[in-house]
């Protein structure tokens, strides 16, 4: 699959992604249910890497 983005919207994308990685931290830091904890880790894991790749496309233009 491609995407194409211009520089606006790469730019929101980004803003959007280093925001909810703050946002998931505090909820993982927060939550006491164990399970829970899991899928958030797993989920920050998953957007640590869109976050790596998108900052890299940013980088590239």
Not at 3 to 23: F, S, T, Y
């Amino acid at each position: 699959m491609e995407l194409h983005l211009d520089q606006e919207e790469l730019d929101l994308i980004a803003q959007l992604l280093h925001e909810a990685q703050g946002n998931l931290r505090m909820e993982i830091y927060d939550t006491d249910n164990s399970d829970f904890k899991d899928l958030l880790r797993s989920r920050k894991a998953i957007l640590e890497r869109l976050v790596q790749r998108i900052d890299a496309v940013g980088a590239g233009t």
